[in-house]
């Protein structure tokens, strides 16, 4: 089983940059294909980013293309999330989540199985 700890939230101005990370416990990481989330206080959760177990496909919310990075180190056991030129409107509560879905489904929060339990971005206009 793994378990997924997020960290590297806070509060940046404006234009500023944050990495996320999300540490896994357990052997089997490199098995998942791994995904951020985020939620907003009073909007859905959304998709931000997913990467498969191999890193041969990385997809983006087109909110965030350009801007954010997506990134997996397998022999750490550790997935990234390098946020840039932030925006005010990317306030929200973000999650890291493994999947062992098809990568057509990785951007469907029903195809995670294992959840983090988010670390809080807010962006200061």
């Known amino acids: 089983q793994v378990q997924l700890v997020e960290s590297g939230g806070g509060l940046v101005q404006a234009g500023g940059s944050l990495r996320l990370s999300c540490a896994a416990s357990?052997?089997?990481?490199?098995?998942?294909?791994m995904g951020w989330f985020r939620q907003a206080p009073g909007k859905e959760r959304e998709f931000v980013a997913s990467?498969?177990?191999?890193?041969?496909?990385?997809d983006y919310a087109d909110s965030v293309k350009g801007r954010f990075t997506i990134s997996r180190d397998n022999a750490k056991n550790t997935l990234y999330l390098q946020m840039n030129r932030l925006k005010p409107e990317d306030t929200a509560v973000y999650y890291c989540?493994?999947?062992?879905?098809?990568?057509?489904?990785?951007?469907?929060?029903?195809?995670?199985?294992?959840w983090g339990p988010g670390t809080q971005v807010t962006v200061s206009s």
């Open positions: 357990g052997r089997i990481f490199s098995s998942y294909s």
């Open positions: 989540a493994a999947s062992g879905a098809d990568s057509a489904y990785l951007s469907d929060y029903r195809a995670y199985a294992l």
């Open positions: 990467i498969t177990w191999s890193g041969d496909r990385i």
